[in-house]
Every structure is written in C-alpha cells, then in structure tokens.
C-alpha cells in the first residue's frame, strides 16, 4: 500500500504561484508514474500533469502545459507541480496519484491522496 499526502494549496492572485508537494509513504517504489488530477466545484475531476517513475517523461494537459510543471525527487518520495500564471480557473482541489503506467487516465492509477484546496481569486 501506497499513502500519498498533498500539500502547498492556498490562496493566491492571479498571476501568482504555488508549489504543491506531494509526499509518498508505505509500498514506495521509483517505478510508479505519478500524476495530478484537480477537481472544481460541480465539474468532473480532470488530469492535470504526469510523470513516468524515472522523471525522464512527463505529459501535460493543454490547459496547463507551458505553465505548469511537474517533476518528482525519488530520494524524498516527493512528486511536485510548480504552477505559475495561475488563472482563477485554476482554481479547484489538486489530487496526486500514483500507478503502474504514466497515462493521462485517473481510472488506470491505484494510489491517491486527499486533495489540496487551490484557489486562485481574479
């Protein structure tokens, strides 16, 4: 079993920045891919960003490619998204997630953490 807990959500302005952490426990392994998934109020959770186990590939979604940027520290266990030029449809709850195969499909991860809140005011 993998334990995985995000932090580093907020409240910021647009135009701002965040960090979000994500730090892994338990059955660890540097073979799973990682990912970001967010969900805005009333609206279906959707990916945000993956990375394979190595860090060597990622993928982005077109919402967010040139602004975010994911990337992971097998020593730590930690996977990161570093968001920059946040909008505030930016805004909703981030889910890091973890799985056998870096793939943009939520249903193909087996691991997930509880979310943090991000909110991005205009």
């Known amino acids: 079993q993998v334990h995985l807990v995000e932090s580093g959500g907020g409240l910021v302005q647009a135009g701002g920045s965040l960090r979000l952490s994500c730090a892994a426990s338990?059955?660890?392994?540097?073979?799973?891919?990682m990912a970001w998934f967010r969900q805005a109020p009333g609206k279906e959770r959707e990916f945000v960003a993956a990375?394979?186990?190595?860090?060597?590939?990622?993928y982005y979604a077109d919402s967010t490619k040139g602004r975010f940027t994911i990337s992971r520290d097998n020593v730590k266990n930690t996977l990161y998204l570093q968001m920059n030029s946040l909008k505030p449809e930016d805004t909703a709850v981030y889910y890091c997630?973890?799985?056998?195969?870096?793939?943009?499909?939520?249903?193909?991860?087996?691991?997930w953490g509880q979310g943090t809140q991000v909110t991005v005011s205009s």
């Open positions: 997630a973890g799985g056998v195969k870096i793939t943009t499909y939520e249903s193909l991860y087996d691991y």
């Open positions: 338990g059955r660890t392994s540097s073979s799973y891919a």
């Open positions: 990375i394979s186990g190595s860090g060597g590939n990622s």
